[in-house]
């Protein structure tokens, strides 16, 4: 963001909050690319569809 510490503080953390919404909003992406590659399983045994066929 500002390694020698010359931009305004209000700037720096403008910067910084912009930074993190970034690299959260990469995470979630990948994460959605990767449970699509991800083949479709059965329930596990702990969703409420999986106790209904169960039960």
Do not use: I
Not at 19 to 44: D, E, V, Y
């Amino acid at each position: 963001m500002d390694p020698e510490g010359t931009l305004p503080e209000a700037e720096r953390k403008r910067r910084a909050a912009s930074a993190r919404k970034a690299h959260f909003a990469r995470l979630a992406r990948l994460s959605a690319q990767a449970r699509r590659r991800q083949p479709a399983t059965a329930p596990s045994a702990t969703t409420p569809a999986a106790q209904e066929a169960v039960a």
